[in-house]
């Protein structure tokens, strides 16, 4: 190994870029440039340190070159070296006069961070998160043509300061991250220090070390935080509600969001997957709970209650998902069918029965057309059959939905308006849909006893029902003296675990009073 090679690979160990002054013209150059593709000996060999350096540092390096001494190395200089398309990166820069070389000299550059938008260029203004939605779905509308998809989620602890170094800063960032997005208007601020964009998977540039850069640049420290998750081509509806469960989640107050976006965005797409996977081989089963006229104990009719993996309890959780993802009306039909095939075994009798749908599967006519399709054959189902929309998700067209429910009515099928109470449009419902029962939720059932105030507002419900010509159910019914006082306000039926427990098959238990035969399904009356 010759000496040269190895003072070459001790000035290197220090430095990035090693280059000769003539002056003020770059004679020799060698090392990695500021960016990819830019080689300094092709780039800068030949130049003046004008094509090198910023304005803004170059008369502070040509001063320190100025009094520069022989034998004596420079102190470090912070330059801004020019990297192509607007942009620069920071470096430390350190002369060296060596008196058998004068006047050539010797120049050694470390590079620090990442290369960045030199000044803020003229972008369009980011979105919020509102905006960020809608052009999802634009994109993702188009079909399969145009890039894979991501989505950075990038929080900058600070950023939000209102002082001119962290304006100046901010502004940078804005533009950055909007240049680097989709179509170039594809990128958000949803909070004043919380980023997304979306990007072509294919892009892989470190946003994070190019704003920790321009920070620098202001005089600001910054530490980035950003988190990656793919999107693709998926069904433009499901990815945007998903893109807005994980941004929801990670705009929390006092919620810090790292790699939580990212994990929260692919665990919502992981469980819409195993979703849909559990509605196509009809992998939940359903169980029965009876409901009973108050006055007898008789069995009116059994609500239909699905449960995952033999769960005990209702799948609220995998429900909620699916109603927000717009998956529901596949796992609602997919539980009428279900329900439908048991009602024709042996040994279901007569048996009556109320079903779940969400207020979202009636958005249009899909699930109606399919319940009306799948009992077209068997009208004397159609008269053992109830539907209860729940009140978990918004009805939007409650027009639209009435008049779908009236071609259930028609054909025999009834309605009932399920957990009375919950949602905040509970009166709304009631004016504007015809249905022939409503069930009062079980927050009503549980302080009935005890609040005065609740005591009230169910009698007034219950009034205005028997005036309209609506049954009433009330659910959650545990003890005695809850079946006594919802009973005294003249509700006509009851729900809960004092009449009966969920089982695989209907069970009619004995009435209360012997006014009818053990066993006996009541009509709907």
Not at 84 to 107: I, K, M, Q, T
Not at 200 to 206: E, F, L, M, N, T
Not at 342 to 364: C, M
Request: net charge neutral; charged share 25%; glycine share 10%.
């Amino acid at each position: 190994m010759t000496i040269k090679s190895r003072l070459l690979g001790m000035a290197f160990a220090s430095s990035d870029v090693l280059f000769e002054l003539d002056r003020d013209k770059i004679t020799f150059a060698i090392g990695v440039g500021p960016v990819a593709g830019v080689d300094p000996a092709a780039a800068w060999t030949g130049q003046g340190l004008s094509a090198l350096l910023g304005k803004s540092c170059l008369e502070h390096v040509n001063a320190a070159l100025a009094a520069l001494k022989p034998g004596v190395r420079s102190a470090p200089i912070e330059v801004e070296v020019l990297a192509g398309e607007d942009r620069v990166r920071r470096a430390v820069l350190r002369a060296f006069l060596l008196p058998d070389l004068a006047p050539f000299v010797s120049c050694a550059m470390a590079w620090q961070g990442a290369a960045y938008q030199a000044v803020a260029p003229k972008t369009e203004p980011l979105l919020d998160a509102r905006g960020l939605l809608k052009r999802l779905g634009a994109l993702l509308a188009v079909g399969g043509t145009g890039p894979e998809l991501s989505v950075d989620f990038l929080e900058i602890p600070g950023l939000g300061a209102l002082d001119e170094p962290h304006r100046k800063a901010g502004a940078r960032i804005e533009a950055r991250l909007q240049l680097a997005s989709i179509g170039g208007i594809s990128a958000a601020r949803l909070a004043p220090d919380r980023f997304a964009l979306m990007r072509d998977s294919a892009d892989i540039v470190d946003l994070a070390e190019e704003i920790r850069a321009m920070g620098l640049a202001e005089g600001v420290n910054l530490s980035p935080v950003a988190t990656r998750a793919e999107i693709g081509r998926a069904e433009a509806a499901v990815a945007v509600r998903t893109l807005r469960f994980a941004l929801e989640d990670c705009l929390k107050d006092g919620a810090a969001a790292g790699d939580r976006f990212s994990a929260r965005l692919q665990r919502t797409v992981q469980d819409a997957d195993r979703f849909r996977a559990i509605v196509r081989s009809r992998d939940f089963s359903l169980v029965w709970q009876p409901i009973v006229a108050l006055d007898s104990r008789a069995v009116h009719h059994f609500e239909a209650l699905s449960r995952f993996g033999g769960a005990a309890s209702a799948p609220t959780g995998p429900i909620a998902m699916a109603e927000e993802l717009g998956l529901i009306d596949d796992f609602d039909l997919a539980v009428a069918e279900k329900a439908l095939t048991q009602l024709r075994r042996p040994g279901f009798g007569l048996v009556k029965a109320a079903i779940n749908v969400s207020g979202a599967s009636l958005a249009d006519g899909r699930y109606v057309e399919g319940l009306l399709r799948m009992t077209a054959a068997a009208p004397d189902i159609r008269k053992r059959l109830m539907v209860e929309i729940t009140e978990t998700a918004d009805v939007v067209d409650l027009d639209g939905a009435n008049q779908r429910l009236a071609g259930l009515r028609e054909a025999g099928i009834k309605v009932c308006l399920d957990d009375y109470g919950v949602g905040s449009a509970s009166l709304t419902y009631l004016h504007k849909l015809s249905i022939d029962i409503l069930k009062l939720d079980g927050g009503f059932v549980r302080e009935i006893e005890t609040d005065a105030k609740v005591r009230t507002l169910a009698t007034h419900l219950v009034g205005l029902c028997r005036d309209l010509k609506i049954a009433t159910v009330a659910e959650m019914v545990e003890t005695e003296g809850q079946a006594a006082a919802i009973k005294s306000l003249g509700v006509d039926f009851g729900q809960g675990w004092l009449f009966g427990r969920p089982t695989e098959t209907p069970v009619a238990a004995a009435p209360a009073t012997p006014a009818r035969r053990k066993g006996e399904v009541a009509g709907w009356g």
